[in-house]
Every structure is written in C-alpha cells, then in structure tokens.
C-alpha cells in the first residue's frame, strides 16, 4: 500500500518516549486554553509592539548606508540575498557581547544560527563524532539538547545538579569523565546553564563556576554554555559568564539568543566558538568556521530579514541589550517573587511539598508526595484549571518523577497567586487521594 | 594545551573533500570580486525593494485582523512568539500550491522551514533510521542534499540522468533499487529535481515523470521532488510536477522554496508530507507531524516575522506566485536564451566542446576537453576574468571531471555575453595548452 510507512522504520527519535511526551504536553497545553498555564517557557509578550518592526528594520538599513557606507546596491543584497553562512550581524553581536557580559569576542569566531537550537545542534555534531563519544548534560536537562543529541544518535551521560538551588556539580562533571574514560568512551564537551536553569532555576555560584572552568581545563572537556536567561537576575549583581571568567583559555563554546532579550518570533541566536581546530598538516582554523560548514547543510543562512529586524533593535539600545532589558527584569524578578510568596502561602504547612528559590530566570520546582506525570496534569489542568510540566521528561537518567516546573514569566502576578491558589487545591486533594 | 581541536576527532562530514571543495569555491569567489561570475544559483535582485518590506508585513497584519478576526494581542503573538512547529502560513502556502501546481494540499500536511535544505535535512533523518539504509539521489545531484546526508551519516547511492537534458532515468533508479535490495540494503526515498535540476539543468518530461511515480508504487520508495526552479521555464506551458501527477498516491514528499520566487533573505521554505505513519498499535498521523517532532530539535520553529512578509507577498499576489513571477520567467528564459545563443557563437566550430540547452532554470553545462577543476577555475579567474563551477563536487559517485556549470541567473545579457567571450578565450587557450 503506498503511502504508508511504518513508526518503526522511520528514525529511532520518532518513536522516543521523550518527543510523545512532548507532544503530549503540547496537546494538553492547547487542550484547556482557559487554564492558568504555568507551562511555556515564553517571554511576556506585551513588551512587543508589531508596529515597531519597520522602524527597527529602517534602523539597521540606515546603519548599513551610513556607517558602513554601503550603496542601495548592496544594502538590497544584504537584506534580500543568501548570504555569508555566519550571518550579518556579527559584528554588532561581538559589541554587545563585550558591553553586556564584559566577554571579548572576534566577530569572526561568531555564528548567527537560528535560535541557540540550531547552535546546540552544531555544535553537538561537530564534536561527537563517532559511537565512543559522549555528551555530559547538567540533570535536570533542558529537552532540546538531549532532543537533539537524540536526532543524532548520540549517546548523553547526565551530571547531577548540586542540590535544588546550586546548578552543575563540577566534581560530578570531573566523576563522570574518569569514569567515562576508564570505560573506553570519549567524554567530549558538557552542556551547562550556569544562570537560572531550564528547567530547574538553579544557578551557579561563582566559585562553582570557577571550578567548573578548572575541571575543564583539566580533563580537556569542552562546557558549551548556554545562557538564555542570564538577564533575568531577582536580586544582586549579575554573575559573570563562564565564557567571560575563562578569558582568553578558550574551554567554552557559548550559545546566546536574541529569543528572550529581543523576541522569539525572529529566531535568531548565535554561538561563540574561538576554539582553534587544526589538521593533520598544521593548518589552524576557528572551530566557528567548522560550525559554518555544518550550518551550510542545516539552514544555510539565518534569516537576513530577522538579523537586519534584530540588528536594528541592538543599535536602537547603543549596542547593550542588558539596560534595554531592565524593564523585562524587574517585571520578571516581581513574578518570581510573587511565585515564591505565593508558593509559602499555599504550602508552608503542607507536609511532603517543598520548592527550591531560583536567584531569577522564568522557572521554580516543586516536589509534591506524588507522581507528577502526564496523567496527574491533565486531571489538574481539567478539574483544576491549571498547568504545569512533569519534570521525569527533563531527567535523561531517570529523576523527577514527583516534581513539576513552574514558569512564571508569560503570567501577571495576579494570574500567579490564582494559579498557586489552584495548584495548592490539587496537590493537597490529591495527597489525601481525592481526585 | 586548551582551546585546541583536532580536526580528525571532529565529525567526518568536516574533513570531507566536498565541505573542503565549497569552502574552496566561495573563497575563489570571493578572491576575484571584478570576475564576471557564472558561479552562484542566486536569484537576480533588482526584483526586490527593501522598502516593500513594511508594506507587505502590513499586509499579513491585516489579514490576520480583518479576515482572521485576530485581536491585537493574538496578533502580537503570532508574530513575535514562539509559534507552531509546522508554521503559521500553511493555509496560504496550500491555497498557493493548488492555484500555481494544481496541487491539493492539507494544510495540516505542511511543515513551513527554514529553506528547503531544513524540509530535505528532516526528511533525510525521518526516513533513514540505521546503517542498512540507502538515500538515492538523480546524479549530478544539489550539494546541499548529499552534505545533509553526510551530516547525518547516510549512505548515498547515485542514480544516473538520461543524457545531458533528459533528467533523472526511472529505469536506472528501478534498477538501483534492485540491485540494494539483492545486496541486502534497504533503500528508501530518492532525491529528484524533475524541472531545471541543479546543477545539470535537465528535466523530465511528462512520459518519465509517470514512469518514475510508477516505479516508485512498485518499489516501495518515496520520491523527494525537490522545486526551486519550476517556475522558470523558458519555452512552453509548465509541466506538471510529480506531486501533481502523483495525486493521492503519496508517493512523493514536496519541497517548495521562496527563496527564488520570493527572496532569499526570508529563509522560507516547506514541505508537504502527507504520507501516513502507522504505529504499532495501528493509530496513524501524518508524516508531517513525525517531521514537525524534529524540527523542534533543529530550529524550532521558522521565524514568525519571515513568514510573515511572505504570507504578505503571498497575499498581494492573490495566493498565487506564478503571475507574480511572470517578469523574473522573462528574464531568467532572456539570460538563458542568450547564454544558449553565446555558447553556439563561441564554440559552435571548437572541437571537443559541447553543451546542452535547458528548457528553462538557472543553469547550463558545458563539457570541455580538459579538467575543469578548482585548479582551472583559480587560473579562469585570475588570468581571464570569469568564473563558474567545477562539475565534478555534484557527482557523489564521481563524473564530471571534464564538466563546468554555468548560472545565468544573477547576470544581465550584456554580462553574460562578455564572461561566455572571455571563457571561449580561456577554453581555446587551455585547449591548445597556453595556459
């Protein structure tokens, strides 16, 4: 019969529990529109005005006519053409970079991809190259790295966080590569966001990343780290990058994206890669320019539309993102805060059911006495009215059964406190095995 | 010593002679900036304006408010968040594809990527799950579509065309099949350009486009028709494509591209898989929804504010692309009817020198006495000012070597005149051994 094919002989990610259990999560979100969703991982979207757009655009186009002195000519082949695989923003990028995180970057060791998901994907293909290598992932771990390790039949070994609050271990990083070796694998790079986790909030503090950054150099490990959220501190000054504390000793390859900081719909992210790769004759290159060969079979460029759109935003905020991004924090530190009251209001007596208190980022996690699955959503989502994400998905190893991640950044304060009012009902009915 | 990589421990497809021989290319290109340049497939760009741009976001704003009924922040939304995987402008894609190919399409069968090379990177992993598995590819074949194959680790077999203008051979492709299955291989789709195929420029006619759907019922294999140059033929009504002749067979997977007909700079592209996949347990889906759970692990999504200017375009052009196109069909068939006319004037009386003549597209083959190599091209461009691709990087099965393929598509008449003198010059001379 044509036009049929097998699930089983299509790729083995198809039918892996993980991508059914999001689609799954997809399906309930979109299942009870009506409920308060602390699900999405999205930034608040009334920061966005649509009408905004063509002056952003007009902004970049007068940048490339006046500053660079570009001709009507080539600002038509800027915008509209295929263009060089490593994107057109670079330079603006590399400016930013340097103001925001104090991270010193040669615009040619940059890639714009689209969003830090193609950068992952890159960057993970690049360096694992055959059945012995390894990728450490920090666990709890956000899906899309472990999804596309997953597309390319790698194989992934979890490192525990320290705890609820305090982000990658690096003696378990240092654990595992020991014990990789002795096992005959090639443990190759590590994926880690130091600030404000996906999915778990922690963060690292500076003397973790510090010896992170050793164990690193050390063992030969690369850490690929991602930072989505690093603007979004709650309190205190921002901590630096590991990508800015290991200056000039090269053991970090960083994925940045303009999703959170600008806007998702653009889709535009960038990697940092100044590693040099050299071949069997000497000749030395930047690993970026390897990660561009791989991005010429991916998407071939990043949409030029969407870098021209975003260019102009970072020029219309004087080349830094952070100050631009102020308002954003303070309205994501104030749900945070929300979060965590309201969460010490509903629970505070509620034996078997703690949270951890995330120094910023979109998410918190709590543990309940019971198995927090797809199944116990959709009964809280129906009959309560609210929603949320099983963490067990984001546990590569196993993990996370009885606990469920909170996002709080797509929400008002005043949906917050009704949704953890809701939430409090569930868990506590649930607890005493009403529903 | 950190911050230092072997190219050998990175994954093969980098030190492959293919990524090496592009890289090559693009730095020829670049060397020589006067050259009258027959090398890229680009589209010509005085069709576009950046100050169209405003104009046909609008557009799409519009219909997403008066004829969608949208409020202002389901507006927002869709164009500045994180949208659905499979897209925002299906609908109006369908209603294109049914008014341009006749081709009826569920817009839920549709997946809008990030150029088409993202719609052959999710397919190629979708249908090839392990290492009995075999791509076959019409050959010469798009380099894109064997470097995607490569990235993932796939096996690619070629499968010849029928004579320089005679497009992909069904019987050749009938016989492959044959021979994998007998050699205990599993092959399972091929790659085909049916109108204009980069980068021989040949088609298949009607009689062949049938025989190859019958082939592929017979056999079991999914067609892959790939359709950036459809548009642009040079004589004659457009044939219809395999999709169209197939109807509700579903034996082909589209891929459609905006990248020639709208701009490159969008990265807007899609592709229609309304095959079904079958579980275990017997429940089906869409292959599209299967390619939809992979393109969360590459990109995301295909950004909302590109696919917003084309939804524009595509709205101003009545939902249909072809009338649109008209002027771009009469400059691309002018360009090749000159370069065809040029080709006769230089070397209607030089022996050992052929070529053959497109029904349309962007490009042309010659065949030279010599080897038309990287080597020969550096010496073309530096001594007589003209450059062109070296056929023998689009053989995977290797072939070409005495072969040159020239793209009249991003120059005008008078250009094209002048670079096919200067490389009669250049041929004659390296010919007569003068160079």
Not at 321 to 344: G, I, K, V, W
Request: one cysteine or more.
């Amino acid at each position: 019969m044509s036009g049929v094919l097998k699930l089983g002989e299509l790729h083995g990610s198809l039918a892996d529990p993980l991508l059914d259990a999001m689609t799954f999560l997809n399906e309930v979100t979109g299942r009870y529109p009506e409920a308060i969703s602390f699900a999405p991982g999205r930034p608040y979207e009334e920061f966005f005005d649509p009408a905004d757009i063509p002056g952003h655009l007009e902004t970049y186009l007068r940048h490339l006519r006046e500053e660079k002195g570009l001709t009507e000519s080539q600002v038509r082949q800027e915008v509209f053409q295929y263009g060089r695989t490593k994107g057109i923003i670079a330079p603006l990028i590399a400016r930013a970079l340097a103001a925001d995180e104090g991270i010193t970057a040669d615009p040619e060791a940059l890639v714009v991809t689209v969003g830090a998901q193609e950068g992952m994907l890159l960057v993970l293909r690049a360096l694992c190259a055959g059945p012995d290598d390894v990728l450490l992932v920090s666990s709890p771990c956000y899906v899309g790295v472990t999804g596309a390790a997953r597309l390319l039949d790698l194989t992934v070994r979890p490192v525990p966080e320290a705890g609820p609050d305090g982000g990658l271990d690096p003696d378990a990083l240092a654990d595992a590569v020991r014990e990789l070796r002795a096992a005959g694998k090639r443990p190759r790079a590590c994926y880690v966001v130091p600030d404000f986790a996906n999915p778990s909030g922690a963060s690292m503090d500076e003397r973790a990343r510090r010896r992170l950054l050793d164990v690193a150099e050390s063992t030969g490990i690369l850490l690929i780290e991602d930072n989505p959220y690093g603007f979004f501190g709650r309190t205190g000054p921002a901590r630096p990058t590991l990508k800015a504390l290991d200056g000039d000793r090269r053991n970090v390859v960083y994925l940045g994206s303009f999703a959170k900081t600008c806007f998702p719909g653009a889709r535009v992210g960038y990697l940092l890669a100044d590693q040099q790769v050299v071949d069997e004759d000497g000749r030395s290159g930047l690993l970026a320019d390897e990660l561009a060969k791989l991005k010429s079979m991916t998407t071939v460029n990043t949409s030029a539309l969407a870098q021209a759109v975003i260019g102009g935003m970072l020029l219309a905020g004087g080349l830094r993102l952070r100050e631009a991004n102020e308002p954003a924090r303070q309205f994501y530190a104030r749900n945070m805060d929300t979060l965590l009251t309201e969460l010490e209001n509903a629970f505070r007596s509620v034996p078997g059911v703690s949270w951890n208190s995330p120094e910023g980022g979109f998410f918190a996690v709590v543990t309940v006495p019971f198995r927090a699955d797809a199944r116990a959503l959709d009964v809280c989502a129906r009959t309560y009215g609210v929603l949320w994400t099983p963490m067990d998905g984001f546990h590569p190893g196993g993990g996370g059964e009885r606990q469920l991640r909170l996002s709080c950044s797509y929400l008002t304060p005043e949906q917050i406190a009704e949704g953890v009012r809701r939430l409090a009902r569930f868990v506590t009915e649930r607890t005493a095995g009403q529903n």
